[in-house]
Each structure stands twice: as structure tokens, then as C-alpha cells.
């Protein structure tokens, strides 16, 4: 079955975590040759991704710290209508959305499972096997620190970033108070774990909603636009701002769950 004829699939994993289903579509034909694999590149799919050709969550392990989005908020209610909005498109083949409930905004990339295939692990974790060694040691170091208290994270919209990537709504701090709050622990985090990535002084803040398997072709581009519009105006009045839920050291096995494991110190 080409990887493009049909949402259900696409959408599988991550929609039946979200408790959503998903209809095929009404006049799926047979996949024709420029729906196939073979013209459509991969992007965030295939071996050793996030995701496989079929837009199910695939086996990607790791550790991060992340501040949940409220589901009580206005902006979560203005992503799940982005979400909606996404799989009633001409796009929705091409895209594999997070569960509800795994929905957040990334503080501090902590280490993955391509850190070890790729000698990139600092000098204290660099004798790790695998991820879950890798965590202990982050714990324990974390309840060992004496991190800055971190007060209330409220993040405003910034705009959706281009389409040809993933799903993604780009977050700037709302005030001073949070744009402190959130470069000092920055700042902390990596002292503390020696790591810092190639990006880190020039990171977005972020929430994704979902992710781009394939790359698109020049014909995407006008419904991307006007999915990019149309997503844009949910984020407006309440819904332009979120106060996030407080930051805590979390695992994940897959995009699909990220459970907490050590929440930071609170102001």
C-alpha cells in the first residue's frame, strides 16, 4: 500500500492515543506513481526516525525536560482545531499529529538514542549502553543540584513555522519574568549535564502539533498556505497565550507519551 493513499493510516498511532478516529477517505483510488515512496522523499519517517512511512510512532528513546500544555487553556483548544483542520485537509497524508496528551513545549533538550550511536554524549555519560543508564545518571545528578527555583512560564504565539518542516507553532516568552526564568534554567541545565547543543543560544521555543514524514512537492505549497492562514486566526485573544504547566525532567520511549520523572524546583 503506498504510504499516501489514505489519513487512517497515517494518522493511526497517534489518533488512537488522542482517543480520535479517522475516516478513510470517501474516494481513495489505488496510489498512482507520483504518490508512491519513490517520489515522495522521506522526511521525518523511516529507520531510525520518529516515525515510520506509515506515520506510526516508532521505538525513539530518550530524555528531555518539558513543560506540558495546560488542557484547561485556550491554547490547547486552538491546537486540537489546528489538528482538526490538519486531517480535514489535502495535506493530512503527508503528516502524523502527537497525541493530546502528549502535547508540550521543550525547555531543554536533554540526550537521545542517536547520541550513543554517534559518540556524542558528554565525558560522564560517555561509557553509557543505552538510554535508561543515561537517565539514572541525569537523576541523580538533578537531586544532587541546587537549580534556580523556576516561577510561572507564560509563553505568547509567535506564528506557525513554514509547512515544508512539521506541524509547529513557534512560542516567545510573554514577559521578562519568563524569558529569565527560562535562560537561566537553560543556562543551569547545560552547566550541570555538560551538554549544549549547536543551536542552543539561537533555540525556538516551540509547540509541535505534528510531524512531516515526507517532503512536499511544489503542488503542496497553496494548501499549505491556506492551512498556515487558517491555523494562524485560532490563535487569537485567550488562545494567544498559555501559561505552561511547571518543567520537569521527562523519558520518552516514543513522540506518543512523555512521562515525568523529577519535576524542577518550583519559585
Known amino acids: 500500500m503506498s504510504i499516501l493513499n489514505r489519513r487512517s493510516v497515517l494518522f493511526g498511532a497517534a489518533g488512537t492515543a488522542a482517543g480520535l478516529t479517522f475516516a478513510p477517505t ?6 498512482t506513481a507520483d504518490r508512491s515512496p519513490g517520489r515522495r522523499e522521506p522526511l521525518a519517517a523511516g529507520p531510525g ?53 502528549s502535547m508540550h513545549m521543550t525547555v531543554f533538550d536533554a540526550t537521545t538514542q542517536d547520541a550513543i550511536t554517534k559518540n556524542q554524549l558528554p565525558g ?24 534556580t527555583p523556576v516561577g510561572p512560564i507564560r509563553m505568547k504565539v509567535k506564528g506557525f513555522r513554514p509547512f515544508d518542516a512539521n506541524f509547529t507553532m513557534d512560542l516567545t516568552p510573554a514577559d521578562d519574568a519568563t524569558f529569565n526564568t ?4 537553560r543556562r543551569e541545565l547545560s552547566a550541570l549535564l555538560d551538554i549544549r547543543a549547536s543551536n542552543f543560544d539561537t533555540y525556538q521555543f516551540h509547540s509541535t502539533i505534528g510531524y512531516r514524514l515526507v517532503k512536499p512537492l511544489d503542488s503542496d505549497v497553496p494548501p499549505m498556505e ?12 485567550d488562545a494567544a497565550t498559555v501559561t505552561m504547566e511547571h518543567p520537569a525532567f521527562n523519558l520518552f520511549d516514543d513522540m506518543l507519551a512523555f512521562p515525568q520523572l523529577w519535576l524542577l524546583p518550583k519559585a
Open 124 to 147: 560522564w555519560l560517555a561509557d553509557c549502553k543505552d538510554v535508561s543508564e543515561i537517565s539514572q545518571r541525569i537523576l541523580a545528578r538533578l537531586q544532587q543540584s541546587e537549580l
Open 49 to 101: 526516525k520518529k516515525w515510520d512511512l506509515d506515520g506510526n510512532a516508532q521505538r525513539f528513546r530518550g530524555n528531555t525536560f518539558v513543560c506540558p500544555v495546560p488542557q484547561d487553556s485556550a491554547f490547547f483548544e486552538a491546537e486540537t482545531e489546528a489538528m482538526k483542520l490538519m486531517r480535514r485537509s489535502s495535506l493530512a497524508d503527508q503528516y502524523a499529529c502527537l497525541p493530546h496528551q
Open 26 to 31: 470517501a474516494n481513495a483510488t489505488p496510489a
Open 226 to 237: 491556506r492551512l498556515a492562514a487558517e491555523c494562524t486566526a485560532l490563535f487569537t485573544g
Open 182 to 185: 527560562l535562560w537561566t534554567t
